[in-house]
């Protein structure tokens, strides 16, 4: 039996299974979303249909679909899906099985452009929501009248347009945007593209005035890790525990959070907000940006290398070694939280650290420390490199687990081979791809360089880092030193020795 409303009401009810009513899944759409991805179906369509479920927003979304990707299944579905979340909450186990009734249908810009055009006269419309990667918010010389145009930004700004059209520039017909792509900013990234593009396709005054007047764009940050559809295995079993198939089952961790900066008006339009405490409007989302780059991601890229070269392949594999367990704790606990460079009130640095550190054992989500390597040197530019900085701010030695940590990066990035732009190294003989724009760099330089000399290349580099790393005292005998002592005895032995050369830190 597929999951669909008319078979809603056939699915049994049981333990841990959240099944909508018939009336949930007739809501009004409110929402207009750019983009079909899990991370969206994951987290704020999580949070709409957690607060149908208690009658607080009551509306639904309307999908964009941008991609070529085949969107039959929620036709078939009727925007139906679940949600199976999955993980460990405060040393608990958490399994709950979530139908998600927020989608009411999915539009393609390639063949349907008019239709969501029309949307734009719905005066129940007054949300949008986006996340269509990093590289969707960019500008480009886009037609707006083009049908559909090309960019995300193009097609955002022709919808306005429409909507500016439809109810002749009143204040009241304005939307809240909320874009969700992982950049600093997101929000006022948007409209500087979407103001610079109306003025290129020669917008009439009034709209721009009104686009900047009555609408607004909010800076948002989401993290929850979403990996969406499981294995074929695990899928069966879940189907068969549920009692039918869904092609758009989706796994979750438990973790989530949704910061988004707005005013009390935001407050208002995004009432879906008081279903749960995991999604905060506030003025300003700094402190939820720096705990999650820092402590989440910055403990992610200080990591990454050290345990993939360690032998580690999942990040649960890791943090369930009694020793490498030590060493994430020490890096969270007493380097990164203290060097985050924005006043954090300790306790809540702490107990946003046992979350991630909870959430990194995650016995239900596959969590690749490979992937996590993805644009290494970026991901150590934007996330480490100011706890470094700021780690010399208030000391004089250098800290033994970053430097532990940008030593493994380097090794990570000794590239071997050269496969047609593709760059490969060897983890005990065995290659593995590295992904990462600046691999090249480093497999010219490595050729060139002794260990040593490489650690010195790596940290002068201020094409990388916008400042010279070798300037910290201390810094790069410290990862030199690290280096030679990895390949002399390993990194498993290097990690054991410099957890017993620190200070314990509390159990995380």
């Given amino acids: 039996m597929e999951i669909n409303k008319k078979n809603l009401q056939e699915i049994s009810p049981a333990p841990g299974l959240d099944i909508p009513s018939l009336e949930i899944c007739n809501l009004p759409e409110k929402v207009l979303q750019f983009g079909t991805g899990v991370l969206l179906r994951g987290l704020p369509d999580y949070f709409i249909d957690k607060a149908n ?12 679909k941008s991609t070529e990707s085949d969107s039959s299944a929620f036709d078939r579905q009727d925007g139906l ?7 460990i909450e405060n040393g608990k186990t958490v399994q709950e099985n979530i139908i998600n009734a927020s989608i009411s249908r999915v539009l393609s810009a390639k063949t349907e452009w008019q239709k969501i055009l029309d949307l734009a006269k719905n005066p129940e419309l007054q ?12 500008l480009t010389d886009d037609n707006i009248h083009a049908q559909p145009p090309s960019s995300f930004p193009g097609k955002l700004l022709a919808f306005l347009h429409a909507r500016y059209v439809a109810f002749g520039g009143t204040p009241a017909s304005g939307m809240v945007i909320v874009p969700t792509e992982l950049i600093t900013d997101n929000g006022d990234q948007l409209l500087g593209i979407i103001m610079e593009l109306a003025h290129r396709n020669h917008l009439e005054f009034a709209f721009i005035e009104w686009l900047e007047n009555h609408n607004i764009f909010c800076n948002s940050l989401v993290d929850r890790i979403v990996p969406g559809k499981p294995n074929a295995t695990v899928l069966a079993q879940l189907q068969q525990e549920l009692g039918y198939t869904d092609d758009l089952l989706t796994m979750s961790e438990v973790f989530r959070l949704w910061a988004i900066q707005g005013n009390d008006k935001v ?4 009432s879906f907000a008081q279903a749960d405490s995991s999604l905060v409007i506030t003025d300003d989302i700094t ?8 402590i989440l991601n910055g403990t992610h890229t200080f990591n990454c290398g050290t345990a993939f070269l360690a032998g580690f392949n999942l990040t649960r594999e890791a943090v369930g070694d009694k020793v490498y367990s030590r060493f994430t704790t020490n890096l969270m606990q007493n380097e990164i939280a203290p060097s985050i460079p924005f006043a954090i009130d300790p306790a809540v640095k702490k107990d946003f650290a046992n979350k991630v550190f909870e959430r990194f054992g995650n016995p239900f989500i596959d969590h690749q420390w490979q992937s996590i390597t993805t644009q290494y040197t970026s991901k150590m530019k934007m996330r480490n490199v ?63 360089h002794t260990p040593e000399s490489m650690v010195e290349a790596v940290c002068k580099n201020e094409a990388f880092w916008e400042t010279d790393l070798s300037m910290l005292p201390g810094f790069v005998a410290a990862v030199q030193h690290n280096i030679t002592r990895i390949l002399k ?18 159990e995380a």
């Fill in 287 to 294: 402190l939820f940006k720096e705990l999650k780059l820092r």
């Fill in 127 to 138: 949300i949008i929501l986006s996340n269509t990667t990093e590289v969707g918010i960019r």
């Fill in 53 to 64: 479920k208690q009658g607080i927003f009551n509306g639904r979304v309307v999908v964009v």
């Fill in 81 to 87: 899906y679940t949600v199976c979340v999955r993980g």
């Fill in 489 to 506: 005895e390993g990194i498993n032995a290097v990690i054991k020795d410099c957890i017993q050369q620190t200070q314990p830190a509390h």
């Fill in 267 to 270: 407050k208002t339009v995004l």
């Fill in 386 to 448: 100011p706890l470094l900085q700021r780690w010399y701010e208030l000391n004089t030695t250098p800290p033994p687990h970053m430097c532990l940590g940008f030593a493994a990066y380097i090794l990570y990035m000794h590239s071997v081979e050269n496969d047609n732009g593709k760059y490969y190294a060897l983890r005990n003989g065995e290659k593995y791809l590295i992904t990462d724009d600046q691999a090249a760099w480093f497999y010219e330089t490595w050729k060139q």
